[in-house]
Each structure stands twice: as structure tokens, then as C-alpha cells.
């Protein structure tokens, strides 16, 4: 099992440990380093700097959203940084929810997701092909664009740039069981929001027949702790905002998650108290037994013993959201 780096996506402002921490995880062998974007940061721009501070760690964005840019702009970023890296890049990509796809990017959500990430990938691969202009007649994507108020003037084209590698791997943030499924035949890689390495059954039925080398990166926070239920407050945090906050009452991708994996009423009941603008309290009321089955909190013994359950699953490489170089250092000595 790899080991990655995720940095996720900026707070209220740049975090200055990034760097640090990236050179950091290249330096301890780490594989791969990724960033991310909600509606702040974007996820290209700082792997770019990282990139030029770094000689050999892969590069992810995990994820890039869709609805943030066209599928050919999405393509010019990942070959674009594939070049200046020197054939690093790795393209993860995400639909999100329509919460924020229409409220911060001001698109309509596809009433048909599948297939309208489907069209998405199927317009980045071609470009990076380069076999020939970019022609794609989708419901969601039509390259070149055919609607009633096109000007009729639009032609096929392909890339002024030839792409270093047309086989740049492509990872899609998948949560519903179709979709999974789905990624498995058009991606190369799946970037799970929640791993359990107890309740590897919540994915099963859409993991049959997987390719050979598909990649399985889910990201799980790790600290190296004394008192496990203070190290699983940040965790609890983050499921809190997620399940709470990242998606309506009626419609939320992560809550339904989290019912799938078994905590069904508990995530009802984080949502009621998000929405209700009782915060605090819907933090404290995430399972601290949810938090701790997706993440490594403890003292260096605990994690050990329980990194042997995320090494004997179908995870082949674990995106660790470390708060030190302490943390990353412990772990890479454990996978060794």
C-alpha cells in the first residue's frame, strides 16, 4: 500500500505548513502528494507550486470539481502541469453536489450524473490522446457546442500542445453505488471520501471485476496521539461540516454515505443540528466510533495495529491528512 499526502484546500487563508509538509513526505519516500478545491482555493494552483519545489512526488488533485471548468480547460491544467513536472500529474475529478455546483458555480446540477461524468472524462481522455479534434455529442457536453443559440461557426479541434502522456491517469470522487461502478469502467482510479477497512461490504457489490492496477486512494486523517477521543475531535469536525453543512436537507451525498455505511439515524441527527445552526452540537453528536473506523488516531501502537487492517483490504494507496511532520514520519515507518 502507497502512501500519499493530501493537503486538501485552504482555509480562510494559505497554509504555510504545505510546502513543508510536501517536501517532507517526498523526502520520507511518500508516492504522491494531492490538493483540493470546495469554494475557495482551487486544487491546480498549489500543486503547481509544489510541483516546482519537488522533483519527484506524483501530483493529485483530489478533487478537481467539474462543474468549476469545461472539460478541455480541465484537460489544458492537467497537460499542462504534466509537462512542467515531468509526467507527475494525476488527474482526480469530482462532481460535487447542487448545493454547490448551482450555488457557487451558478450551473445546473445534471439530473443525469452518470452521464454527464461519463461525457467529462470521455472529453479529457480525448484531448490528451491527441488522435484528433476533440468531438463529442453528449447530452452535457457537445464538443463543438450545437445548442439553439450557437452561432453555427464552432469546429472540431484538438490540442495545439501535445500532451506528454495520453495515458494520464484519471481517479473520480465516486460516492453512490452506480457511480462507483461506473468508475471502475471508465476511470483509473477511485478517490473514496470514506474508507472502512470493517465495512469493505458497503462497496462490494461495486467493485466486482476491477481492472487490473485500478487504483483505490481513500483519504483517512492520522494523528499520533495519547488520548484518542481529543486526537478524533478534528475528524469529528470535518464529518460534522460535510454531513451538515456540504449539501441540502433533502439531498446530501455525504450524509447518505454515511447512512450507508451504518449510521443512518446518527447522520440524520448531525444534519438536524447543522442545519439548526447548533454546530458544536452536531459535531459532538458524530459517532466517535465512525470517526475513529475512518481514520489512525492514537498513540503509535493503536495505529500500527490498525493500518494492518486498511494494509489487507483492496486500498492501494492510503491519502493521509497529517497535521506534522511527526505524524508523516511515524507512518511511513509503520508501511515500511
Known amino acids: 500500500m502507497r502512501l500519499g499526502l493530501a ?40 500543486l ?6 519537488t522533483s519527484r512526488i506524483r501530483l493529485g488533485t483530489a ?24 509526467g507527475r500529474m494525476m488527474l482526480g475529478l469530482g462532481l460535487s453536489g447542487p448545493q454547490v455546483v448551482e450555488g457557487w458555480y451558478g450551473r445546473p446540477f445534471p439530473r443525469s450524473p452518470l452521464t454527464a461524468t461519463r461525457e467529462y472524462v470521455d472529453v479529457v481522455r480525448q484531448v490528451l490522446r491527441r488522435e484528433g479534434p476533440v468531438e463529442v455529442d453528449g447530452r452535457f457536453h457537445a464538443h463543438p457546442y450545437r445548442g439553439e443559440d450557437a452561432t453555427g461557426l464552432g469546429k472540431p479541434l484538438k490540442p495545439i500542445t501535445h500532451p506528454l ?6 481517479l473520480l470522487g465516486a460516492e453512490g453505488p452506480k457511480n462507483i461502478a461506473q ?22 457489490a461495486s467493485l466486482t471485476d476491477l481492472p487490473e492496477d485500478f487504483v483505490i ?9 495519547d488520548d484518542v477521543a481529543e486526537g478524533l475531535l478534528p475528524v469529528k469536525a470535518m464529518l460534522g461540516f460535510y454531513i451538515g453543512g456540504m449539501g441540502h436537507a433533502k439531498r446530501n451525498f455525504h450524509a447518505d454515505l454515511m447512512a450507508r455505511m451504518g449510521y443512518a439515524d446518527e447522520a440524520r441527527r ?38 494492518e487492517l486498511w494494509r489487507k483490504g483492496p486500498v492501494t494507496d492510503l491519502l493521509v491528512l497529517a497535521p ?12 515500511s
Open 165 to 170: 502522456r495520453a495515458d494520464l491517469p484519471i
Open 324 to 335: 506534522d511532520p511527526h505524524t508523516l514520519r511515524v507512518l511511513a515507518e509503520l508501511n
Open 7 to 46: 493537503l486538501g484546500y485552504w482555509g480562510r487563508g494559505p497554509d504555510s505548513r504545505h510546502l513543508e509538509l510536501a517536501q517532507e513526505a517526498e523526502r520520507l519516500g511518500y508516492d504522491s502528494v494531492w490538493t483540493a478545491e470546495s469554494w475557495g482555493s482551487d486544487a491546480f494552483t498549489p
Open 270 to 307: 448531525v444534519q438536524e443540528l447543522f442545519l439548526a445552526g447548533r454546530r458544536e452540537e452536531a459535531v459532538l453528536a458524530v459517532p466517535d466510533a465512525f470517526a475513529d473506523e475512518i481514520s489512525l488516531v492514537g498513540p503509535r501502537g493503536r495505529i500500527a495495529e490498525r493500518l
Open 217 to 225: 486512494a481513500p483519504m483517512a486523517r492520522v494523528t499520533v496521539c
Open 63 to 86: 478533487i478537481a470539481q467539474m462543474a468549476a471548468r469545461s472539460p478541455t480547460t480541465t484537460a489544458m491544467h492537467a497537460l499542462t502541469l504534466d509537462h512542467l513536472s515531468g
Open 183 to 204: 468508475t471502475t469502467r471508465i476511470a483509473d482510479g477511485w478517490l473514496p471520501l470514506y474508507w472502512s477497512p470493517t465495512r469493505t461490504d458497503a462497496y462490494e
Open 48 to 53: 503547481t507550486w509544489i510541483a516546482a519545489h
